[in-house]
């Protein structure tokens, strides 16, 4: 359960984080939906993390089985990973556990910054929720413009602050709160306060419940059309999140609320206590200095570093349920939220999950392993494009995943009244790709990019018209820059708009028509996860060799790679060119479309 709650639980589960909000059990709920004979998982002492969700009566039976040994997982489990960093977080330790060092707990700065006159300024109510970390009230504005508006108030104690990283989380979660406030989808933010004993986050108080208890209400699933316009609001505020920069982490039908009891009411999204930026490492910084450096190896040691730097995260944080499989690998950005996204589609329209199992650690192994069931009903009488969506959604591969903006131009949700789609995050990740691309690369992708159908087109379509192209229909780095500022947060200014705007400097001396944009924004790697993907390719394939394709030797191949001296080129590119006439090999072309791979510039 979120902040803004209309009602309180008797029986609340926690969150992982301090400043995380409370989740409650309705124990009527089982008598709502359909009786599964997989038993619920109880919540486990080491993996507060993962908390289950009070959507757990989608499921019924008897007490849950012990842990599988965890002889049984490739990669192993993460609950020795989650312990520690537990430990870590909230000062807490274990029986037989080494103990968090004394310095370590001792004077911390609780002081945040935050105004001090809370009780001025709002007169208390009732609680509506608790949790082991603080509780959440309903309150008032006393003065002032708003005086009389009802808010909901997330009271965190700071004795519950044992460690650093448990203020961080607090700070961090005020910080994006008040960056991102002002989207429709998402709960408005109005102000945090502090006393010396709590911190008070004052916000938007929803009083139509959670998505969840809709769901539950429904018999645990809704109508395709219903559906939609549920998933329509989510993807738009997550779509917004993540072009500003910001994984949310627990998306999950808890964290939706509407605004009022009405049936059409607004959802938003709630409970930024396990959000984070997403750092866009030093790339922008190194590709200004980068033409100072003529060596190839240069080039390559630098490629590496961002590859491995750039925008991921590696915190295991989030809902079982919910969880992406990278996030179990460490490894992982903003393609995490659209999986926890696919998870709520398809709850939606079966009313039971898609990965499960008795423990928490079943569950682990099911979401890096299991196939979701689409034969079961009623998914056989649901249409196909539905079912297309949500496998678009459950891809395990983050690469292939569509993004939030994507999949509201996706055929299942466009037709759904206005669609408006938002600007794609992705886009520009891949047009920074692309503007530092080898020539090579560069005709292989627009060879590709002719190979696609309209309906295929249609979203680089709506992402070109939104960057506002002249009459020549063509954009420059003017034109990237004014699009990106229209939708900008403050979160967005302070790490997004210079780090793009490096990447793409070449557009400062050209313009970019929309056969190129093609080339430069589709994804390779999402086309590939298509059925169709080996008819693109065969043909993207015969256009290169008629336009683009010549005698290439293999120095020169490693050249327009980026590979340096010390990478063995021989006996990695030896199947990439065809030895009856030098031309680049079927083969060759298709990982050239894909650009040089990690593997390559390993020795580096």
Sequence with gaps: MGLCTSKPHANPTLSSSPNSNPHFTDTNADEQLPKNPIPTPKKSPLFPFYTPSPAHHFFSGKSPAPATPRRFFKPPSPAKHIRAVLARRHGSVKPNEASIPEDEVVALDKNFGFSKQFEQKFEVGDEVGRGHFGYTCAAKFLKGQLKGQHVAVKVIPKAKMTTAIAIEDVRR??????????????????????????????????????LLDRILSRGGKYTEEDAKAVMIQILNVVAFCHLQGVVHRDLKPENFLFTSKEENSELKAIDFGLSDFVKPG??????????????????????????????????IVGSAYYVAPEVLHRAYSTEADVWSVGVIAYILLCGSRPFWARTESGIFRAVLRATPSFDEPPWPSLSDEAKDFVKRLLNKDPRK????????????????????????????????????????????????????????????????ALLEPNKTNTISLENIKAALMKHATDAMKESRIPDFLASLNALQYRRMAFDE??????SVHQLEALDRWEQHARCAYELFEKDGNRAIVIEELASELGLGPSVPVHAVLHDWIRHTDGKLSFLGFVKLLHGPSRSLAKPH
């Design 173 to 210: 979660e005020v910080k994006i709160l008040r960056a991102l406030t002002g989207h429709k989808n998402l709960i408005q933010f109005h102000d945090a306060y502090e006393d010396n004993d709590n911190v008070y986050i004052v916000m938007e108080l929803c009083e139509g419940g959670e």
């Design 517 to 522: 944009f093609c080339a430069a924004a589709l």
């Design 401 to 464: 995943r569509m993004t939030a903006a994507q999949a509201l131009s996706h055929p299942w949700i466009k037709n759904y009244k206005d669609v408006k789609v938002p600007l794609d995050i992705l886009v520009f990740k891949l047009m920074k790709t692309y503007m530092r691309s080898s020539s090579l690369r560069k005709a292989a992708l627009r060879a590709l990019s002719k190979t696609l159908a309209t309906e295929e087109l249609q979203h680089l379509k709506e992402q070109f």
């Design 282 to 315: 030093i790339f922008g910084v190194l590709l200004c200095i980068l033409p100072v450096f003529q060596s190839t190896t240069v080039w390559v040691k630098i490629i590496v570093f961002h590859r491995l730097t750039d925008e991921r995260l590696n915190d």
